[in-house]
C-alpha cells in the first residue's frame, strides 16, 4: 500500500537518488540540483519549503517537493518515481498531496519549471490545471523550455 510522509532525514538520499534517475535518463544533472539534491535540509527545508516521499510499505518510491518562492507562490518541483513504480498513479498522489500541502500553506498559486519532451508530464499537469506562462530569462535549469502555473 503506497503512503505519502514528510520528509525525514532517514530519506535524505532518496530525494538525490530519485531525481537523479530521471535526470540522467532524459537530461543531465544540472549544478542547481546537484546543489539541493545534496544539501534538502538546507537548500529547501530551510528556506520554507517542503519534501515528500511515497513509500510502499517501508520502500521508498516517490519524491516531490515544494519549493516556497514567497508567501503566496510555491514550486512544485524535484518530482520523480522510480522506473519500477511508473504508471501506478504514484504521480498523481504526489500531485494531489502537494495541491492541498500547498493550500495548507496558504498558497495562492503553485508554479511549475517542465520541457516539452516530457509530453506525458505536461498533459497531467495540464489536466491539474497548470497553464502555460512565458519562461522567465534566468530560469532555474538549462532543462526548462515552459512553465506553468495553477492558481490555487
Known sequence: MIHIVSYKDEYKEYIKSLNYEWLEKYFAVEENDIKQLSNPQTEILDKGGKIFFALDGNTVVATASLLKVNDEEYELAKMAVTEKYKSAGIGKMLMDYCIAEAIKLNAKKLSLFSNTKLSAAIHVYKK???????????????????MMEKLL
Open 128 to 146: 491539474y490545471g497548470f497553464v502555460e506562462i512565458p519562461l522567465p530569462e534566468d530560469a532555474h535549469y538549462i532543462r526548462s523550455n515552459i
